[in-house]
């Protein structure tokens, strides 16, 4: 079975072992993982004590899993999970994958819809962990390392290399830790549409002055944009890469009538 479907297998043990560790499945409880493969991880996570509910897109993987595994604690769910009704998963406390380098993005974003998880370990192509994880001031930070800001706090935990992977991709894998705080981190009233509008009107144009491109955006004079980021502690000068997710809060919530409308 070749790389179908995005497919690269991890097939070192000792970074599986890590994953799981990384994980610290608690026994018996109940854990998701998305694209099991040929069950390096579900293996590893059934030793654990975990209750495993593995979706797997490919037809043949998924009747394979089961049959090799052979393990009562396994549930099998032929599915996408991007096109499957997450209501009908049981609930989580934690979810543990190896990515499909090509949906690792929209799966994350998904799973961050879901409500019922607290803890994720998730390994994605190494350029996409490292956007995950940018601080503010970094060239991989934007705007997807501030929609998953929104929802989790994402630490990086180590790299696995493609020399893991059969076969063999042609990047480096990193693994994310995601942790979801109690809320969405919004104040009350300012609503998710909002602070997303300030964020792409910001990132629109990188290397321009993000008052300059959020002035432009909501059709608002220049100096009224800079007084709010001024007033919010950011410098009227500064670049999108360069605020902070607490900033990026901030200039929404000053900016709430203007980019709710």
């Known amino acids: 079975m070749g790389a179908r479907l995005d497919q690269h297998f991890l097939a070192d043990p000792a970074a599986a072992d890590a994953i ?8 018996g409880e ?3 993982e998305i694209g099991p493969g040929r069950g390096v991880l579900t293996e590893r996570l059934l030793a654990a004590g975990a209750a495993v509910t593995a979706v797997e897109i490919d037809e043949r993987l998924a009747a394979a899993l089961p049959l090799r595994l052979k393990h009562p604690g396994l549930t099998v769910v032929r599915a996408d999970f991007l096109r499957l009704d997450t209501a009908l998963l049981p609930p989580v406390r934690l979810v543990v994958s190896n990515l499909p380098y090509s949906v690792g993005t929209p799966i994350t974003l998904k799973l961050l819809d879901w409500p ?6 998730l390994m994605f192509q190494k350029e996409v962990a490292e956007r995950l994880t940018a601080q503010a001031g970094g060239r991989d930070y934007g705007p997807l390392t501030l929609a998953v800001a929104l929802r989790a706090e994402a630490h990086p935990l180590f790299s696995v290399g493609r020399e893991s992977f059969r076969p063999p991709p042609k990047v480096d894998s990193g693994v994310v830790l995601l942790r979801r705080p109690a ?3 919004l104040p009350p009233g ?4 909002a602070f997303e509008r300030v964020v792409k009107a910001d990132f629109s144009q990188r290397r321009k002055m993000a008052a300059k491109c959020l002035a432009g955006a909501l059709g608002l004079a220049r100096p009224e944009v800079d007084k709010v980021f001024v007033d919010c502690g950011v410098p009227a000068s500064a670049r999108a890469e360069a605020i902070p997710f607490e900033s990026f809060v901030a200039l ?8 709710q409308c």
């Open 116 to 121: 019922v998880w607290s803890e994720a370990v």
């Open 252 to 259: 929404a919530r000053r900016l709430r009538t203007e980019v």
């Open 20 to 27: 799981v560790r990384a994980a610290a499945v608690r026994p």
């Open 190 to 193: 300012l609503s998710e549409r």
């Open 183 to 185: 809320r969405l981190r």
């Open 30 to 32: 109940a854990v998701l």
